[in-house]
């Protein structure tokens, strides 16, 4: 069997994945060299230095391409070096249009780095597409989309950003880390490239820092690999290893994140010390309907905001949890609880992040797959 026709869970394990050629090892070895042996000047077995390929980097490169359903993928340090890399495919008066719920650390780099050289970025609300047409121009290259989001959990169709997309000839970039491949195929969907923070869900276990991007086209690919050599934010060869054995137990994980997040957020819903709950998976949410369409399952991140919306008691709640550890991050077989306001989302501006609801009161779940009834008598005694 091709292993392109292989299921997901099964792809998971083997997708893009071979025995390794010189003694037959069943996971790739980590392939701790900087340089390899030349045979005469530029002749060489595929690998000249570590920065520009490395054999445990590839064998991760090629498992996040076949999970995504494309040819090429890229791994790098961290998630914010994947989306540098990207965002360096514009140029000095280039627009890019992103939506206003985003990741602090995101809108830092757009916003701190980028816009000084001369891009331009227009946060918006993306719930309905109408409302992203009259930002597009002749200068839209890019539409940059977050779903779930973090940590508002809005849910954009992607469907409708590509059709955008497609008719201003700009590319569709997709941030699937909330909701990993398990759970959405933004290439089937009409993105162009599909984001991770590899920390996150897919390395799984709190023990990696890396990003990812999964890539259509050839061309741009192309563009990627030129700016990841020469940019040089590439991932480690130990990291790469972490993140290929995450890779084979998400399907395992993602099925138990979902159960767990599905009923701490019931939970939290009918707790009287809770004001709102923010998970797709409510038929009152705004776009449950494109959440059931576009996804699988609804995912592990539950926000949910504190009685009053005041911060003393959003850290309170925090400052009480016993088995739910205070922590940035997310995705992680541990549940992780943050605070956005003071943590994740610190670097938007005040005004800008509550117009998206990102106020003193809320507060971020990452709902590992601990016991649910564990779980749940945590956040019962932290809210008392």
Known sequence: ????????????????????????????PIFQTSTYAQTSPGVHKGYAYSRSANPTRHALERSIASLEGVDYGLAFGSGLAAID??????????????????????YRLFTQIFEKYG??????????AQDVTQYINAHTKLIWVETPTNPMMNIIDIKAM??????????????????????????????????HSATKYLGGHSDVLLGCLAVKDKEVADQLYFIQNSSGAVCGPMDAFLTLRGIK?????MARHCENAKAVANFLRHHAKVEAVYWPGFEDHPNHAIAKAQMKDYGGMVSFRVKGD????????????????????????ESLAGHPVTMTHASIPKAEREKTGVTDGLI??????EDEADLLKDLEQALK
């Open 364 to 369: 971020r779940l990452s709902v590992g797959i």
């Open 162 to 195: 590509s059709a955008l997309a497609k008719n201003a000839k700009a590319l569709l970039v997709v941030d699937n880390t909330f909701a990993t491949p398990y759970l959405q195929k933004p290439v089937e969907l009409g993105a162009d490239i599909v984001m």
């Open 119 to 128: 891009i331009k970025f227009h946060f918006v609300p993306m719930g309905q």
């Open 1 to 28: 069997m091709k292993k392109k026709e292989l299921k997901f869970n099964s792809l998971t394990i083997h997708g893009g994945q071979s025995f390794e050629e010189t003694t037959g090892a069943v996971m790739p």
């Open 249 to 253: 137990t998400l399907h395992v994980r």
């Open 85 to 106: 890399a990207v965002i360096k495919l514009l140029q000095p008066g280039d627009e890019l249009i992103s939506t206003n719920d985003l990741y602090g650390g995101t």
């Open 310 to 333: 005041r911060l003393e008691d959003a850290v309170k709640v925090l400052a009480n949890l016993k088995l739910i550890t205070l922590a940035e991050s997310l995705g992680g077989v």
